[in-house]
Structures are given as structure tokens and as C-alpha cells.
């Protein structure tokens, strides 16, 4: 089992930054791979940012350029730095482990972008 909290959401205008936290806990071992997903409201969740094992960063065509993840080698935190955010990055974001055949979430912080 993989435990996940997230932290640093909040309320910010547009062209702020935000900084996510996400600490993990439990069996971190095995991860294939971590990443940031966000859902708003009346939308499917999707991936914002991820990150393979090897340390391949992916990102959505939306956020490139303005947002960075990062994590330790233990794999232990990772973090998606959110820079010149826009209203419609406003949701909730969800940190995700993957390990073996099995998805880890955590509850979710919200991001609100006032314009």
C-alpha cells in the first residue's frame, strides 16, 4: 500500500505561481511512476505532469512552460511547481503513484486561479 497527501493548494490570481507537495508513504518501492492529475468541476480528471522511473517528465500540452514536476531520488515527495497560472487551471488537483498493477491517489488540494 502507497500513502499520499498532498498540500499547497489555494487560492491565487492569475500570472501567480503555486507550489503542490505530495509525500508518500507505505511501500515506496517498485513505483513505475508518479504524477499530477487534476479534475475540474463537470470535467474528467487528467493528467497534468508525470514522471517515469527512469526520470522522464511528461507534460500536458497546456502546462508546458509553466509548470515543473520534481521529486527526490526516494521517491518519498514530489512536487509540481505551477508558475503564470490562468482560471483554467482552477481544480482539484490529485497526486498519483503507480507501483506494479496498482493506481495510488491521494484526496486531493484544490487550486483556485482568480482572474
Known amino acids: 500500500q502507497v500513502q499520499l497527501v498532498e498540500s499547497g493548494g489555494g487560492l491565487v490570481q492569475a500570472g501567480g505561481s503555486l507550489r503542490l507537495s505530495c509525500v508518500a508513504s507505505g511501500s515506496i518501492f517498485s513505483i513505475n511512476g508518479m504524477g499530477w492529475y487534476r479534475q475540474a468541476p463537470g470535467e474528467q480528471r487528467e493528467l497534468v505532469a508525470g514522471?517515469?522511473?527512469?526520470?522522464?517528465?511528461n507534460y500536458a500540452d497546456t502546462v508546458k512552460g509553466r509548470f515543473t514536476i520534481s521529486g527526490d531520488n526516494a521517491k518519498t515527495t514530489v512536487y509540481l511547481q505551477m508558475s503564470s497560472l490562468k482560471p483554467e487551471d482552477t481544480a482539484v488537483y490529485y497526486c498519483?503513484?503507480?507501483?506494479?498493477?496498482?493506481?495510488?491517489w491521494g484526496q486531493g488540494t484544490q487550486v483556485t486561479v482568480s482572474s
Open positions: 514522471v517515469t522511473r527512469s526520470g522522464t517528465a
Open positions: 498519483h503513484y503507480s507501483r506494479r498493477n496498482y493506481d495510488y
